[in-house]
């Protein structure tokens, strides 16, 4: 059974720093997407990610996947209050439309 | 550019009543989904469908069945609504056949089940 851990699940954090959101699963899969939240509001897609060492960045996002190790991070580079959100990392199931999703990773991040 | 589109936003319902959520997309995309989103849980599968004219059973079925009405519509039915069926539901489209594509939400609709 595919299993979506995310970690932490909550993080308060000041602007300027940087920090890393971690997303585990426990079995191979083709494809992990990110997704934002906003409180009260709709999914917002970030990066798809499809391939081993795959990486991708968005402003102050950068997104990256390992699938030997079943491990994909979010790397947050000097924080900004726009980026409070929570951020949510799906993983695909034996490639037929399933996601699997992490229970999220709520960010604040203060003034 | 409407997106997914999900009607209703907000519903009250009673224990026992039916209702149906209904969901469309104007993107032309093959693959439809409905979820249920809890506090601290993320996101669950309750039916998808691959493309118009099959549907499948998800993670979390029981209590729930799916019409995929057309290539644009997928709709979702509370047959006897339950207090557990308190959640916020969110309808997604993909186009599955294109590896880099991801799946895009409505708005959600928040269902409070007394």
């Known amino acids: 059974e595919l299993k979506v851990e995310q970690n932490p699940l909550f993080l308060s954090m000041q602007e300027g720093k940087n920090y890393t959101i971690y997303c585990n699963y426990s079995t191979t899969s083709d494809r992990l997407y990110w997704y934002r939240q906003d409180p009260g509001k709709s999914l917002e897609s970030l990066f798809v990610?499809?391939?081993n060492g795959a990486v991708k960045q968005e402003g102050r996002l950068m997104a990256s996947l390992d699938t030997k190790a079943r491990l994909s991070t979010l790397h947050i580079t000097a924080a900004v209050h726009d980026l409070s959100a929570t951020y949510f990392c799906a993983v695909e199931k034996d490639s037929n439309y399933q996601l699997i999703w992490g229970a999220g990773t709520k960010l604040i991040i203060k003034p | 550019n409407a997106g997914v589109t999900q009607t209703p936003k907000f519903q009250v319902l009673k224990t026992g009543q039916s209702m149906t959520l209904q969901c469309a997309q104007d993107?032309?995309?093959?693959?439809m989904y409905w979820y249920r989103q809890d506090p601290g849980m993320g996101l669950r599968l309750i039916y998808y469908?691959?493309?118009?004219?099959?549907?499948d059973k998800g993670e979390v079925p029981n209590g729930y069945n799916v019409s995929r009405l057309n290539k644009r519509e997928f709709s979702l039915r509370l047959e006897s609504a339950a207090p557990s069926q308190t959640s916020v539901y969110f309808c997604?489209?993909?186009?599955?056949?294109?590896?880099?594509?991801?799946?895009?939400f409505g708005d959600g609709t928040r269902l409070s089940i007394l």
């Open positions: 469908s691959a493309s118009e004219g099959t549907t």
């Open positions: 990610l499809l391939s």
């Open positions: 993107m032309n995309h093959n693959s």
């Open positions: 997604a489209s993909s186009d599955f056949t294109y590896s880099n594509q991801p799946q895009h």
